[in-house]
């Protein structure tokens, strides 16, 4: 048997089985101008629904680059990705499709942190943005309230939340945190009437460890209910003022 022989017939037959394969690729993605998109999944990944699929359908719609219905080798998805990423509640986008013209569309919706409720009314996301709050969806999240600016929403503000979020106590206990005039904080708890006076936020680990103790050493025994405010904002010292 002459090998080099079987060896060139060998290699004839792969190239003309790659050449087979290159042809039908070639035509079935030549064939992709016939095939419409007749489906859009929609998957939104988010612990709060800011957005729903009702809307995103609304908002390619109005843009005029919802999928449906478009020829398979005419989607921009691309496009739509761009376009979802310029909305502020929005994180990240990634669209694809199948060359049966099935197309998926994966969003990823940011995360609140903090609610910010003063004349300009917004959200404060997990990386320091600041987002509209949209009308049908509410996250709950701690409330700041008083005379709070951008800045410090997003700088010495969002510290002291992420403080307050690591302790089990305080995470338990804060809904409220109110800026007055002067910049000083006042805590107002998810139950009972007592405020507490942190004062700057400057020092707040040590000032809310002496409240912590200041509470489970008297008032779990007492209550603190009796008391319209604790007074922590001067070093070394708690006032208590009754009702």
Sequence with gaps: MNWKIVKYIFMSLSVLVVLAYLVFVFVSF??????????????????????????????????????????????QTDRIEHFLKQNPLIKRAVCYHTPTGYTYLEVALREPKMIVATNDNYYVDKERNIMPIPLFSIAYVPIVTGRVTKTMATSELFDFISYIEKDAFWNAQISQIHIADDLKVELIPRIGNTII?????????????????????????????RYKSIDVQYENQIVGVKF
């Design 30 to 75: 030549d064939t992709d101008k016939d095939i419409f998109c007749k489906n859009l999944t929609v998957n939104i990944k988010g612990q709060v629904q800011l957005v729903n699929e009702g809307e995103i359908h609304q908002m390619l719609n109005n843009e005029g680059i919802h999928p449906i219905g478009t020829m398979v080798n005419q989607l």
């Design 197 to 225: 006076l942190l004062g700057k936020l400057e020092n707040y680990d040590k000032k809310l460890n002496d409240v912590q103790r200041l509470y489970t050493q008297c008032f779990n025994v007492i209550g603190w209910n």
